[in-house]
């Protein structure tokens, strides 16, 4: 009765919408773009995220269904679309209104009914992690990052020794935090590598340095787990 | 039957009867009576929520540090200075430990890091809610009379806003939110009084409608006002959402209005009736001038390239009057005196090449279907009422018709506004962000007769908005003063004299700001007369050649005459010099070569300065700092030796990272960069 009633209470734009008739229906999903986006808890991400359905030539199928799904309280706009004349499904994505990681499975079913889907992750900044994203932003993209973009030209090319992209999860997971701070604080050569990694101890103060790492350890891929710790499973 | 009966009735008489066995009936009742208040409390949802917590630890590995640190029954944080009674920990029992960052499960997440400590300020500050509560329901969804419900999460950037009247680093909502709130001119109609007693100031200048007749035509007028986002996406001018037949009586109003100003009318004696020579030539021109680094056109793409401090460019030739362009590009602060714009010193013939080129950019699908008989009087008349009525003087300068004030709500407190105060649309979220964000959507779906216009912004401006509105709250008055952090007061310098009066013509702090007045887009000029060498500066301001090759924003060349840089450049070393060394104390050349080639070495390996900076272009490719090729033809020894001990002190906010010199290094380094003077392969060795 309780969660009955629950349930009317609570908005599901999943039941509310009408079924969708599938004209077709393919055997693979592909990531078009809109994945790795950071944005702040309970807010819309600013690019949509976009899947393509393609069948097993490879060839992008229209009117194939595609159901999105992540974690409670993200809420997608729409949450189930047929593919469009392109094969794409599009969906808004606002993130839930919790700080971290958040991973999205967007599903379909080929011919046989048969599920196949894929998973991407968003990122929920919190104030530490927001500030960790401004200092990388400032101080440390144009050398970490390849991408240029318009306003801001990648350095990355230019340097004898290659740093890596800070979402880079199997260099960075095997960095503890201290052994971050201490290259952070006091430069490459301080753990044994190149001086074109400068020290920014006498730049940042330790929150902000400490909100660099926690911003490397968000959006890290694989995701990082903290050492130590033994979860149960729930 | 019978006897059953009786012997029921017998036995019920014999316990009224018998004291003994009344005595004992009684008590138990009683008994039972007294534990409804135990259970009751056995069965709280808060109770409940302890217990589910104390499962939810047990099979983790720090479980035992965990169950040291629970304390069962109510847990309040009492700070009686600001009135805070917080008993939300009662269920978030987990929120103070770090080790359950990560647990998605709520009430039993750990607060992510902030920088205030939970018990200094306890919860309700920042979430809202009702602090005091020991249900959810009343906790977080209360609505009655001075309750306030929890405060949505991608909202909650709106409560540093209540002490913190800066930008902040991890407040990038609250930040573009207030940003609109000045740049959309909100804060012309609307008064915000902040609690330092300051108000919010506009940065949106929107021009005069003195001389509009000479300027555009009542097509274009009507046009802008019906929709001005057709014109141009990014146009901070609202639409008011005007029939068609308000729109074209007030087109006609404001062309009656407009007095004519000679200036505008003498067009070039050259006018743009031959077509250059060559037809790239004023495309050129608009490129060297660095035009876009303030005002954008769009690209084939269809996107819009360029900066935002000027209005957009794309269909400027569907806009403004051959004649009027001119006259403004020779002289713009003759038409308006708050114009951002730089005086050019154009030629004629540049002139007419621009005006050529700016002419060919139109788009005249936006007045092809406008057509507008001859206005009345009485149309005329109505124009100007409706220009009062719709408040246009708010934020223009129209004349006869003065400037309303508090035209709009005020809105200092808006943040704290109570529920029971607002009107809601059917099917509406009861909530205040809800209310708000709506009335910015759409402000005339709550009333026909309203008059606030809908502005063109993004879902995510909305919610910017939002944010910095409800950051406005009664208890951002109430909270000690103490934790009030201000903004940096707002600072009016103006340079004196005649450099005065060219530095504002050639309105250098649109872009450069001194002693804390100016914009963000060029470099601070406070100190540059310690920085750099007169005779680069003279030659600089005469013709600038940019020192970042990124840079897509440079510094435009003004084609000074000689007479005006020399009196900047006098101006600048005299007047801009910071007061923490003397500029002449280091000389600018005679420094050993042993002393060079240290510092030679120590600017390749020990600090690896090639990463960002550029001394030889054939061998070094950083370029994220300035090229130093010449460096020692354009800085000062002293600011070099003291940029690089503490590069913040001198330019604050500066990305180079501070090394930490030692003085020798430090030497080494100064005499290095000032053997730098330009002129091929002076940098590193092969």
């Not at chain 1, 606002?94 to 991973?103: A, C, M, N, V």
């Not at chain 2, 002289?331 to 030629?347: F, G, L, V």
């Not at chain 2, 759409?442 to 009333?447: E, Y």
């Amino acid at each position: 009765m309780l969660a009955l009633a629950l349930c009317a209470g609570c908005k599901h734009p999943t039941s509310s919408a009408p079924a969708l008739k599938p004209t077709a229906s393919g055997t693979a999903i592909v990531l078009v773009g809109g994945d790795k986006q950071l944005g702040s808890p309970g807010s819309r991400l600013s690019q949509p995220l976009q899947f393509q359905v393609n069948d097993n030539l490879g060839n992008a199928v229209t009117g194939a269904e595609v159901e999105i799904t992540g974690p409670k309280g993200v809420i997608f706009d729409p949450a189930q679309v047929l593919t469009d004349e392109n094969g794409q499904a599009t969906f808004k994505v606002r993130l839930g209104g919790i700080s971290g990681r958040y991973e999205l499975t967007a599903s379909s079913r080929d011919a046989h009914g048969k599920p196949f889907s894929l998973t991407v992750a968003e990122f929920a900044a919190g104030y530490q992690e927001q500030v960790g994203y401004e200092v990388n932003e400032k101080y440390c993209s144009r050398c970490h990052d390849q991408d240029s973009t318009v306003t801001q030209v990648s350095n990355y090319d230019n340097l004898a020794v290659k740093p890596h992209s800070f979402s880079n999860g199997d260099v960075y997971n095997k960095i503890t935090a201290s052994d971050l701070a201490t290259i952070i604080t006091h430069g490459g050569p301080a753990i044994n590598r190149s001086a074109l990694m400068p020290p920014y101890g006498w730049t940042l103060n330790k929150a902000e340095t400490q909100a660099v790492i926690a911003y490397i350890r968000l959006v890290s891929d694989p995701p990082y787990v903290a050492p130590g710790v033994v979860y149960a499973k729930h | 039957m019978q006897t059953k009966k009786t012997g029921f009735l017998s036995s019920l008489k014999a316990i009224v009867c018998d004291p003994f066995t009344m005595f004992g009936v009684v008590s138990a009742i009683l008994l039972l009576l007294l534990t409804v208040a135990p259970a009751k409390d056995y069965l709280s949802e808060w109770r409940g929520y302890q217990r589910q917590y104390l499962t939810f630890i047990q099979n983790r590995g720090d479980a035992v540090t965990l169950r040291r640190h629970f304390q069962g029954g109510i847990n309040q944080i009492w700070i009686p200075q600001l009135d805070v009674v917080d008993r939300c920990q009662t269920c978030h029992v987990g929120v103070g430990e770090a080790s359950l960052a990560d647990v998605k499960q709520q009430p039993f997440r750990a607060h992510p890091p902030i920088p205030h400590k939970l018990t200094e300020f306890g919860c309700v500050i920042c979430h809202r809610g009702q602090g005091a509560a020991t249900t959810v329901n009343q906790a977080h969804h209360s609505d009655m009379t001075g309750e306030e419900p929890i405060l949505p999460a991608r909202y909650i950037e709106s409560s540093c806003g209540q002490c913190h009247h800066e930008p902040l680093e991890g407040t990038p909502k609250l930040n573009q939110g207030r940003t609109l709130l000045s740049r959309y001119g909100c804060v012309n109609c609307h008064t915000i009084t902040l609690p330092d007693g300051s108000t919010m100031q506009a940065t949106d200048f929107p021009p005069p409608l003195t001389h509009i007749a000479d300027k555009t035509t009542r097509e274009w007028i009507y046009a802008w006002l019906k929709d001005p986002a057709a014109y141009s996406s990014t146009a901070t001018m609202p639409n008011f959402m005007l029939s068609d037949s308000d729109a074209s009586d007030i087109s006609a109003f404001l062309m009656a209005d407009s007095t004519p100003d000679p200036a505008d009318r003498i067009s070039s004696p050259a006018a743009s009736k031959t077509p250059p020579a060559d037809p790239t030539a004023g495309a050129s021109l608009y490129g060297e001038s660095f035009c876009a680094s303030c005002h954008a056109t769009q690209n084939e793409a269809g996107n819009l390239v360029g900066g935002t401090l000027g209005p957009e460019l794309t269909n400027v030739g569907t806009k403004v009057k051959p004649a009027w362009l001119l006259a403004w590009m020779r002289d713009p602060k003759h038409y308006d005196p708050a114009t951002r714009m730089p005086q050019y010193r154009w030629t004629d013939a540049q002139l007419n090449l621009l005006a050529a080129f700016l002419e060919n950019k139109t788009d005249p699908d936006f007045v092809a279907n406008v057509h507008l008989q001859p206005a009345t009087k009485q149309q005329i008349a109505h124009g100007k009422e409706l220009v009062m009525e719709n408040g246009c003087a708010s934020c223009h300068e129209i004349p006869g018709v003065p400037k309303p004030e508090n035209f709009g709500p005020n809105l200092s407190r808006v943040g704290s506004k109570p529920l029971v105060q607002l009107i809601f649309l059917p099917g509406m979220e009861h909530s205040l962000p809800a209310y708000l964000s709506g009335k910015i959507r759409q402000p005339r779906a709550f009333g026909a007769s309203l008059r606030m216009p809908k502005f063109n912004l993004s879902s995510a401006q909305v919610e910017a908005a939002t944010t910095a509105l409800l950051s406005l709250t009664d208890r951002s008055f109430s909270l000690p003063a103490n934790l009030q952090v201000p903004s940096t007061p707002q600072s009016h310098y103006e340079p004196a004299g005649q450099a005065g009066q060219l530095m504002s013509s050639l309105n250098c702090l649109s872009c450069h700001s001194i002693n804390g007045h100016g914009g963000t887009m060029a470099p601070d000029l406070s100190w540059e007369g310690s920085s750099v060498q007169r005779t680069w500066l003279e030659s600089f301001l005469k013709n600038p050649n940019t020192l970042r090759p990124t840079l897509i924003r440079r510094m435009p060349k003004f084609n000074l005459t000689d007479a005006e840089s020399t009196v900047l450049t006098d101006y600048i070393m005299t007047a801009y010099q910071t007061p923490s060394f003397v500029r002449d104390e280091m000389p600018l050349t005679g420094y050993s070569p042993a002393l060079i080639e240290k510092g030679r070495e120590l600017f390749y390996s020990r600090y690896a300065c090639q990463s960002c900076h550029m001394v030889n272009p054939n061998v070094d490719k950083g370029y994220i700092g300035p090229t130093l090729t010449d460096v020692g033809a354009r800085l000062n020894a002293a600011w070099i030796f003291h940029y690089l001990k503490d590069p913040q002190a001198l330019r604050p906010g500066t990305i180079e990272p501070n090394q930490h010199l030692s003085d020798d290094d430090a030497n080494a380094l100064t005499a290095f960069l000032m053997a730098q003077k330009g002129g091929a392969g002076q940098g590193a060795k092969q």
